[in-house]
């Protein structure tokens, strides 16, 4: 499930718990997303490299691991980390 869709489900979820009080439902929401947005905000910043290697090398490095992470037996060893989002969304 993507992250968008994630947020746009608790969002409903918190307004529909607030009973129609919008500032209730939007602290909620903020409340039990932000926790998830500020790993994702600083692990994007940790893999920053990963995306645009400063050098050749890391470049063939990056292009070759990417290559391996299209098999599904190495995929979620190679990239299932930075998918995980770890979000209740109970």
Request: net charge positive; hydrophobic share 50%; aromatic share 6%.
């Amino acid at each position: 499930m993507s992250l968008g869709m994630a947020g746009a489900y608790l969002l409903a979820c918190s307004l529909r718990a607030s009973r129609d009080d919008p500032q209730v439902a939007f602290a909620e929401y903020e409340a039990r997303l932000r926790p998830l947005i500020e790993r994702k905000q600083v692990s994007a910043l940790s893999l920053a490299d990963w995306f645009a290697p400063p050098t050749r090398l890391g470049l063939f490095i990056r292009n070759g691991l990417r290559q391996l992470a299209g098999q599904p037996a190495l995929a979620r060893l190679l990239v299932g980390g930075m998918l995980a989002s770890h979000l209740d969304l109970s």
